[in-house]
Every structure is written in structure tokens, then in C-alpha cells.
């Protein structure tokens, strides 16, 4: 066994912990993820498209939509994920920080600089940020590398 | 022609979101836990309209049965920037042998965790809203 393997952390579920560097690495990969908010006692995911930049989450969603108005200064959820379902193996990464909406010219500007699309729609674009303080990952191995049978 | 919404996404209505559902095997479950929003990748089966999902005595459980909670699935494609997702809404309810119908019915679905650990509590979410949008592939051209 090298040291590599010997220091991967497993959770109760036998899920690999993944470390805050290798998390955010696979955020920056990644174009969709999900937001969730509460509204009231309700919780509510939507996709949205969004891209890492300097450790932030920058979403980009439309102007005047409920997820606008939910993620004022808000604590969300915000997760990515990916999976196999013919390997029975993949990995999700959740953030959890405060949401506030981009308001200030100059950093709109950067936003609006930025390779971020929104798949939906051409509608006014409207962005948010979530700060990366609160980083989880897990990462499930195929069964088939744990010596498990894909049942 | 689908119904389209104002950011011209088509919307799914209840059938066809069922229906996709019934070809996925993982969602997302989005509860409140204190104040604060939790998303759980879970492994999942269809119960009729109920989304059934095992649990071991964690968050899901603790914080799920509480309160009203969301689920979604999703399929998007990036080289099309196109795909479509679901939302459900309700209320997440552990099935109990007091439900022995029920239990019998669930423990026949083939909701296998991709995980380990110990899933032995079942829980069974009845939706309240369920719907869902498609961004459809640009046409060609």
C-alpha cells in the first residue's frame, strides 16, 4: 500500500472524504451544478450553470426569478456531482456558504467577462456568488475496485 | 408542442416528469436541516408517484421527516448545452411494518445504495408538486 491510499479518509458509508484542494478542483470542472435554497420551511433545488473563479461560485442566473430573491444573503447549499450508473461509482462535492447577489459595477463587469453561459435563457443575466468556506466531498469507488460484485 | 415557460424553456407536466423519473436511479434530496439547506445524492426507486430511498439513521432521516422536502433529477448534455430536470416536492415519511403492505411492497423495489452502510430505514417521499423543464437541443443549422 502506498501512502497515497493509506491516507484516504472513509466515512460510515464507506465513502471516500475527499480533501477541500481536490473538491474544489472538481467544481472547477464542472459547469452545472445545483443550488438549494429554503423558502420558508421549503426547500427548493434548481440547475443552474455556474463557474469557479478565485474559489467562488459564480452563478449565473436571470434577473427577477425566485432563486434571485431566495439567495439574497442567504445560506444555500450548492452541489455538483457525477456518476456512473453502470460502474455504481462517482463523486459529489457540497458547499455550503452565503449566497448574495452581485450588485457592484466593477464586479458585475467581471462577471459578465467571464466564460459563463447560461443554457436557458438570453434573458438579462443576473449573478450570484457563494463564498467556499464549507467544502465537502465524497467519492465512491466502483464495487468492482472494493472487490464487490455490481448487483 | 410543449407549454414553454418565459425563459423559453419547455415545461414538463406531471406524466412526463414521472416518466423520467422512472428511467433515473439517482437523485438529489434537498432538506432543511436548523436553517440551513442540505443536498443528499441519494439512490432511488418509483412507488407509483412516491420516490422511495433507503437511509441509515442520518440527516435524511432526522431532518427529512420533519419538514417539507425537494428532490430532483436531472440529465443535461453539455456538447448540446441541452437536457432537461425535475423537482418534486412533499413530505418524506419512514415506512414502518405498521404499513406492512407498504413495507412489503417498498423492500420489492429495486432500490439498491451504491454505498454501504447500514440502510435499513425506508423512506417513501409523497409528492405534493411535481414538474419539470426541458432546454431543448438547438436546432441544427
Known amino acids: 500500500m502506498t501512502n497515497a491510499e493509506a491516507t484516504v479518509e472513509v466515512d460510515r458509508n464507506g465513502l471516500e472524504v475527499l480533501g477541500r484542494e481536490e473538491a474544489l478542483d472538481l467544481l472547477a470542472r464542472s459547469t452545472i451544478g445545483r443550488i438549494g435554497v429554503h423558502v420558508g420551511a421549503l426547500p427548493i433545488v434548481l440547475p443552474v ?3 469557479l473563479f478565485d474559489d467562488v461560485i459564480v452563478v449565473r442566473t436571470s ?3 425566485k432563486l434571485a430573491a431566495a439567495t439574497q444573503h442567504a445560506v444555500v447549499a450548492f452541489e455538483v456531482d457525477d456518476f ?3 460502474a455504481h461509482s462517482g463523486w459529489s ?3 455550503t456558504g452565503v449566497a448574495r447577489a452581485v450588485t457592484d459595477p466593477e464586479e458585475l463587469a467581471h462577471c459578465r467577462s467571464l466564460p459563463l453561459t447560461d443554457w436557458a435563457t438570453g434573458h438579462a443575466p443576473h449573478y450570484i456568488v457563494i463564498s467556499t468556506e464549507i467544502v465537502t466531498g465524497r467519492r465512491l469507488p466502483s464495487p468492482l475496485l472494493r472487490g464487490r460484485r455490481i448487483t | 408542442v410543449n407549454q414553454r415557460d418565459r425563459h423559453g424553456l419547455e415545461i414538463l407536466d406531471r406524466d412526463a416528469s414521472l416518466q423520467l423519473l422512472a428511467g ?3 437523485g438529489r434530496l434537498a432538506v432543511v436541516d436548523g436553517n440551513q439547506p442540505l443536498i443528499l445524492p441519494v439512490n432511488y426507486a418509483l412507488d407509483g408517484e412516491a420516490i422511495v430511498l433507503r ?3 442520518g440527516r ?3 431532518a427529512g421527516t420533519r419538514s417539507p422536502v425537494c428532490f430532483e433529477v436531472d440529465d443535461f448534455d453539455e456538447s448540446t448545452r441541452s437536457g432537461w430536470d425535475v423537482v418534486v416536492t412533499g413530505r418524506l415519511e419512514e415506512v414502518t411494518p405498521f404499513d406492512a403492505a407498504t413495507l412489503d411492497r417498498v423492500h420489492r423495489l429495486p432500490v439498491t445504495p451504491w454505498a454501504e452502510g447500514d440502510k435499513r430505514y425506508w423512506l417513501r417521499l409523497v409528492p405534493g408538486h ?4 426541458r432546454i431543448p437541443r438547438p436546432a441544427v443549422g
Open chain 1, 49 to 51: 450553470n455556474f463557474l
Open chain 1, 63 to 65: 434577473a427577477g426569478t
Open chain 1, 84 to 86: 456512473d450508473a453502470l
Open chain 1, 93 to 95: 462535492v457540497v458547499v
Open chain 2, 24 to 26: 433515473r436511479s439517482v
Open chain 2, 55 to 57: 437511509s441509515d439513521d
Open chain 2, 60 to 62: 435524511k432521516l432526522r
Open chain 2, 130 to 133: 411535481i414538474g419539470g423543464r
